[in-house]
């Protein structure tokens, strides 16, 4: 005896067979990525690592954390202000590696707005006599 299976449920069994196939090929592709990216072995470079706005971030994520660290901060400042510019850093890296325009402007609107919220701070400890003018 052959027992017919009603189509939502057939239709619902191949979604989830696909979802699964699609699974099992991702975390393939991400050992596979992972494996080839070995820093360890190879010296590679992504495009985002080229760009000037990267490495001009970078210098500002490194000159945040010596204020950071050499000024006396209280707590939520410094975590809002480390988190702020490595999010630069970070959105910059992450929004060039993606492929439609829309979705690398909103990471790059981000981006913007993260600089913003660095200046702010900044901009409040300075007026504190936290840091100098010439830091600011």
């Known amino acids: 005896m ?10 619902q069994n191949e979604k989830q067979n696909e979802n699964e196939a699609c699974s099992s090929e991702f ?3 991400f050992t596979l990525t992972l494996t080839l990216f070995n820093f360890d072995s190879i010296k590679m470079k992504f495009e985002f ?5 990267y490495k001009k ?9 010596s204020i950071v660290n050499e000024k006396s901060l209280k707590n939520y400042e ?5 988190r702020a510019s490595f999010s630069i850093v ?11 325009k829309s979705d ?10 993260s600089v ?21």
């Open 57 to 65: 971030a970078k210098i500002f994520h490194q000159s945040t954390k």
């Open 49 to 53: 690592q080229n760009l000037s706005v």
């Open 116 to 136: 913003f919220e660095c200046v702010a701070i900044l901009d409040v400890l300075k007026d504190n006599n936290i840091i100098s003018q010439e830091e600011f």
């Open 2 to 11: 052959r027992v017919q299976v009603p189509p939502r449920v057939q239709i």
């Open 78 to 82: 410094k975590d809002q202000l480390s």
């Open 27 to 29: 975390s393939s592709f």
């Open 90 to 100: 970070l959105n910059i890296a992450e929004g060039s590696g993606r492929f439609s």
């Open 104 to 113: 690398r402007r909103n990471f790059f609107v981000i981006t913007r707005s």
